[in-house]
């Protein structure tokens, strides 16, 4: 009989939000790391805390999705000293921000914030989500979004809610697979590229 080759396993890493956003909870295992094969070299994608050094990423990804898509109804790029101000008010209230990455590269990020600054809407938040578009097609924003229900749950929220662009099938679809349903569809109150623009509300419950 020939021998039993050993057996090989990958580890997962856990990222501890407590230490880096403030958030008791970690990545589930097997959903924060995932192998990519290329003809050449293997490479592991993790998600994981955004820092400032992923900041020229996150924002080269914003400002491709402000000048080539409706997901975002700006028109204008921001800079980097804008997504500064934007991890730094995300840390201090203590909501994340998740960074697909693999090596250097950032693949995508999603994180959540008020959904609107009124004391009865405590219970809820609208999260975001954002993939390279080179990056799409794989997975990685229905890790990225998954990625935030155990945070929002540690901070005491109940529900998460997304608007997405009417015509954004996509997301919908992401979104759908994920247990979130349509609460709310509102016709023509957006513009961008010279067209109304229409928004869907999807809500789940956490």
Not at 9 to 38: H, I
Not at 47 to 63: F, K, M, Q, T
Not at 102 to 109: K, P, T
């Amino acid at each position: 009989m020939g021998r039993r080759r050993p057996h090989s396993s990958v580890g997962t890493a856990k990222s501890d939000y407590k230490a880096k956003c403030g958030v008791a909870t970690a990545l589930a295992p097997n959903r924060d790391r995932t192998r990519r094969r290329t003809a050449t070299t293997e490479m592991i994608m993790d998600l994981r805390p955004a820092n400032e050094d992923d900041l020229p990423g996150v924002l080269a990804i914003y400002n491709d999705a402000v000048l080539n898509s409706t997901a975002i109804w700006n028109d204008t790029p921001t800079d980097l000293a804008n997504r500064r101000a934007w991890l730094t008010d995300r840390r201090a209230k203590s909501y994340p921000i998740v960074v697909a990455t693999e090596g250097e590269q950032v693949l995508g990020y999603a994180s959540f914030g008020d959904f609107r600054p009124f004391d009865g809407f405590r219970v809820c938040v609208e999260h975001s989500v954002y993939v390279a578009q080179a990056a799409r097609g794989r997975g990685i924003g229905r890790q990225l979004v998954g990625a935030l229900f155990e945070p929002a749950r540690a901070l005491g929220k109940k529900v998460m809610i997304g608007g997405i662009t009417a015509g954004n099938a996509a997301s919908i679809a992401l979104h759908a697979r994920l247990g979130f349903v349509q609460t709310a569809f509102m016709p023509g109150i957006g513009t961008k590229f010279g067209q109304r623009l229409d928004l869907v509300f999807m809500q789940k419950d956490l």
